[in-house]
Each structure stands twice: as structure tokens, then as C-alpha cells.
């Protein structure tokens, strides 16, 4: 069956391992172990670590590493391009598949980058990004973070947030909840006229971390037909940090009984965490999250909704078409 993984982090895993490729690596995500399983298509993080960079310049860095990341992300595709192409719309992924070929997707992972200047929202969507996390765990020039402080997590979009909503609307990129502090989503959900993604993020009444969907957020979200990917790091599964299949599944489980079957989907977060205890060790052993899930008793054709079916949904309604 067809796979969709909403977020990984391997593109930025390569350019700190000096010789790493995409191909075949150590790493949780390589073309061989995306083949093994049946990815139809992989969303790609540029993610911009900023906790190591501390100067006040970190924006302007983070935005040229980004640059630096896509470069990289595309010379990676082109070395394997009889097998990985790029993808820039829903009509590009169906395309690649029916030439037998992965599609990849790459997203920026932290929106701060854009530092108050729209026109670079403009340039990213030239450079091939189609989705963005507006936030990672910082203030930035959109708006606020996921926090354990309540107060700060009701503080949401910026007046500059709000035009980026807007923004993405008018290009055709997809927008990330995940990452954002309440009030964030809660604008974000207001704003956006098209269906928007909590890429990576789990049911937060099953693990109480800010960085997971409330039931009534999962509600908001399924009604606005956006869908969310669970995410396989150990402590925004339990608090003990140590996560089989089952215990994957049982967020799988919650967010289907909430959200309805048109809202579960995948989100691995592969190459963007090395805490905790996990049972599937990397994208090839997968499998044992599907076969945990469709023992609780979803129908095949549920199974293929939460693999692929309701991604290509969201991709199909938001990158239906290239834009200038």
C-alpha cells in the first residue's frame, strides 16, 4: 500500500554527516528503505536548528542555510533521479509514481526565516519549498511557539503571521500547525481558506506535551479538512519516552475516533530525534505501524485513507497547480 510520510528531517541530517547521501544511509530515511515499504512520497525538512546559532543574526543565517539545504535536497534527487524526483504539485506526484519513482516534497521547517520580508516566501515557493512550519520552538517574526507556560501558549499569529497565512494561500503552499502554540493554531485555522496540516503531532488528552493536538483542536482541525500526521518521537507519545507500535497506534486510534478517518495520517519525524526508545527504528520497519493499527479494526479502505489516501487529499487541494 502506498505511503505518505508529512516530515523527516533526513535532508537536514546529511549536511552533518560528511559523505552521507540519500541513496543508502545510517540515518531512519533513504531512498532503499522508502522503495522496501511502498513510499509513494517523503516531505522533505529543511529544518533550521536555531539553538545553534546564537547570534542576533540567526534569522538571516537560518534563511541562507535553508538556501543551502534545498541546494543540497536537489543534488540528492538529481544523483538518484531514476528513482526520486522533486515534486512542485499533486499532478508532479502522480506523474513520478506512474514511472514507478518516489516524489519528494521539501518543506522549511521554522518560519522565522522569512524575518518580516514576504517577498522571501516568494523565493522559497521558486526554490521548490510547498510547505512551511511557521514556528519551530522560538519566537519569531510570525508568531509564538508550543510552551509549558499557558500564557505564552495562548499568544498567537503576528500582524506579519497573518499576511504569510494569506500568502500561502495565494501560492499554493501548505501550512503547519505543528510546532505553533495554541493561540497560533487557533488564528491559523481562522485565516487559511484552504485545508492546513499538523505535520507532526500527536493527541495531547493521550500525552499531555504542548506540542500535541487537544481533542478540541483535532475536531477544529478535521473540520476545516486538514489532517494530522502522527508523530513517532517517544515522549510526545508517553511520558516515559518509550514507544512501541501499539503505543503508535493508540494515537493513531485517538486521533480516528476524534478526528474521523479523513484526519489520520503520518508524520514520522524520522531524523529529527535521538531521545527515548523507539520500536521502529527506521522507515524500513514501518510496516509494524501499519499492522498494529489495522488490528484495532480499521477497513482496508480506512488503512490506505490514513497511509496515503488522506495526504494526497490535502496535496491535491493545495498544490493543484504551479504558481507564480
Not at 508529512?6 to 540519500?22: F, K, P, Q, V, Y
Not at 524520522?270 to 514501518?286: K, Q, R, S, T, Y
Not at 505501524?289 to 488522506?310: C, D, H, I, P, T
Amino acid at each position: 500500500m502506498r505511503l505518505i510520510d508529512l516530515h523527516c528531517d533526513t535532508i537536514w541530517m546529511l549536511t552533518r554527516e560528511e559523505g552521507a547521501n540519500l541513496r543508502n544511509n545510517c540515518f531512519c530515511v533513504d531512498i532503499e528503505k522508502l522503495k522496501s515499504v511502498g513510499s509513494m512520497a517523503q516531505f522533505f525538512a529543511c529544518f533550521i536548528y536555531l539553538n545553534e546559532i546564537a547570534s542576533e543574526e540567526r534569522w538571516e543565517i537560518g534563511y541562507q542555510l535553508a538556501l543551502d539545504m534545498i541546494k543540497r535536497g536537489k543534488v540528492e534527487f538529481a544523483t538518484c533521479s531514476d528513482e526520486i524526483s522533486l515534486a512542485l504539485s499533486y499532478d508532479d506526484m502522480v506523474t513520478n509514481y506512474a514511472k514507478g519513482k518516489l516524489s519528494a516534497f521539501l518543506t522549511v521547517e521554522e518560519g522565522g526565516i522569512l524575518n518580516g520580508d514576504l517577498n522571501r516566501l516568494q523565493t522559497l515557493y521558486d526554490e521548490g519549498i510547498r510547505l512551511i512550519t511557521p514556528t519551530w520552538n522560538h519566537e519569531n517574526c510570525i508568531g509564538y511557539p508550543n510552551s509549558k507556560d499557558e500564557a505564552f501558549m495562548q499568544k498567537g499569529l503576528k500582524l506579519f503571521g497573518i499576511e504569510v497565512v494569506e500568502k500561502m494561500n495565494q501560492l499554493g503552499m501548505i501550512i503547519d500547525v505543528s510546532h505553533l502554540s495554541d493561540g497560533g493554531f487557533w488564528d491559523v485555522l481562522t485565516y487559511s481558506k484552504k485545508p492546513v496540516v499538523a505535520s507532526h503531532s500527536n493527541a495531547r488528552s493521550l500525552c499531555s506535551h504542548p506540542r500535541n493536538l487537544s481533542d478540541e483542536m483535532i475536531k477544529a482541525l478535521a473540520d476545516k479538512g486538514g489532517i494530522a500526521g502522527v508523530n513517532f518521537y517517544p515522549y510526545f507519545i508517553n511520558k516515559a519516552g518509550k514507544a512501541t507500535a501499539e503505543d503508535i497506534a493508540e494515537h493513531v486510534m485517538h486521533m480516528y475516533k476524534v478526528g474521523g478517518e479523513d484526519f489520520i495520517a503520518v508524520g514520522t519525524d524520522f531524523d529529527g530525534f535521538d531521545e527515548g526508545e523507539l520500536e521502529i527504528a527506521h522507515m524500513g520497519e514501518i510496516g509494524k505501524l501499519y499492522e498494529a493499527v489495522k488490528r484495532r479494526g480499521l477497513s482496508e479502505r480506512q488503512m490506505e485513507k490514513f497511509w496515503s489516501g488522506n495526504a494526497m487529499r490535502v496535496i491535491n487541494e493545495v498544490l493543484s497547480t504551479h504558481c507564480g
